[in-house]
């Protein structure tokens, strides 16, 4: 592992950079402010991160908020690119030797949209790219010891995408992803206030609901209660009113059992032997939905093993993804060389 070399976690809603060491060094939204008025025939990009989440809500008709990596997929190739460049450009200014890089992927990516990142990561000064499988790099990254013969098993809850892996000797036995994620929470939540109460609140408001009065059990120790302002329907003028940890019971009970199904249809096909060492080892969740209060417990339940939360749920994939560039010789699957012209695979 050389002294400057990166990783990268190219999240849906959150891009984090970091390094072997020193941990998380760059932090910023998945997110470009870009100028509709083409200017050589093409958008113009006015800001990424933090400085285009600012802008949302709060610009002229002519400038869209763009989340090009939507979805756990990349909707926006040329955009995506932009991101990677203005971030590893961030943390690379001025310094004489080029990085190696590897970078965390969003599961469901293609072969084309993989070629895009590479081509971006390249064009940031890449010396080296390497890819990496989220649930890999989130082990890693929670101090779980995934080289060894014994079966670990991961739940990566982010804002996309779910993927749930079972891993062993540093590579993937079994493993999926479902696009049940912090996304659809906030979506979820934002329409059941609109038919429950007839108010239209904002996406930012439903994502702070979900963050601090959602629960995914009726637990008697947690009730929360958060005023929230938003549209009457009826009226059509603004309204406030407070939401509590019952409102919101139900939208968030159906996103959580369909994790706990999917996570539950990873274990059936799971091989005996590791899903024993499943079982004794207990369950890894990782991503910033691990937040979501109750789910630890409610999956514990649903899958009858110990579920904890990785002591660093937002930064472990970061992290996990600079510590595989020290490993690249026992990663067995979930990983790859992508330099451009020399395509080791495994
Ligand atoms: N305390 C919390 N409770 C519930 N959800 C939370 C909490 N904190 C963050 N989240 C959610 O976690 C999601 C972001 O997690 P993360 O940063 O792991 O996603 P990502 O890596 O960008 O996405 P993906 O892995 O799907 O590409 C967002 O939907 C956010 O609302
Ligand atoms: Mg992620």
Redesign the pocket.
């Known amino acids: 592992m050389a002294f400057n070399d990166i990783g990268i976690?190219l999240?849906?809603?959150?891009i984090i950079i970091a390094q072997e060491g020193k941990g998380a060094i760059l932090n910023q939204p998945?997110i470009v402010a870009v100028d509709t008025r083409k200017k050589g025939g093409r958008d113009y990009v006015l800001a990424a991160g933090d400085e285009a989440l600012a802008m949302v809500g709060r610009t002229p008709n002519y400038i869209s908020a763009i989340f090009p990596?939507k979805d756990?997929v990349i909707s926006d190739h040329t955009l995506t690119k932009e991101l990677i460049c203005r971030f590893v450009n961030k943390v690379y200014a001025n310094r004489p030797v080029k990085p190696r890089v590897a970078v965390c992927v969003?599961a469901a990516i293609t072969g084309i949209e993989r070629d895009a990142v590479i081509e971006a990561v390249v064009a940031a000064g890449a010396r080296k790219v390497y890819l990496i499988d989220?649930p890999v790099a989130a082990a890693l990254g929670s101090g779980v010891d995934i080289l060894q013969p014994d079966g670990h098993m991961i739940i990566?809850?982010?804002?996309?995408?779910t993927?749930i892996a079972v891993l062993s000797l540093g590579g993937k036995v079994k493993s999926t992803s479902v696009q049940v994620?912090?996304?659809i929470?906030?979506d979820e939540i934002l329409k059941h206030i609109r038919t429950k109460f007839n108010v239209a609140i904002g996406q930012r408001t439903a994502?702070n609901l979900?963050?601090q009065v959602?629960c995914c059990r009726q637990r008697e120790d947690f009730h929360e209660t958060m005023e929230v302002k938003g549209r009457s329907l009826i009226t059509g003028l603004p309204a406030r009113l407070n939401v509590s940890t019952d409102d919101l019971y139900e939208p968030v009970m159906a996103l959580c059992e369909k994790i706990g199904v999917a996570a539950h249809q990873v274990l059936e096909r799971t091989p005996p032997e590791l899903a024993g060492d499943v079982y004794r080892n207990g369950v890894m969740l990782t991503?910033?939905?691990a937040?979501?209060?109750g789910l630890p417990e409610y999956l514990s339940e649903k899958l009858k093993v110990k579920v904890v939360v990785s002591p660093d749920?937002?930064n472990c994939?970061a992290l996990g993804t600079a510590m595989c560039l020290s490993l690249d010789d026992v990663l067995e699957t979930g990983f790859q060389d992508a330099t451009p012209g020399i395509g080791k695979f495994h």
């Open positions: 976690d999240g849906t809603t959150t998945s990596l756990g969003p989220e990566d809850i982010g804002g996309g995408t993927d994620a912090g996304n929470f906030d994502e979900k963050k959602a991503g910033g939905g937040l979501l209060h749920p937002i994939v």
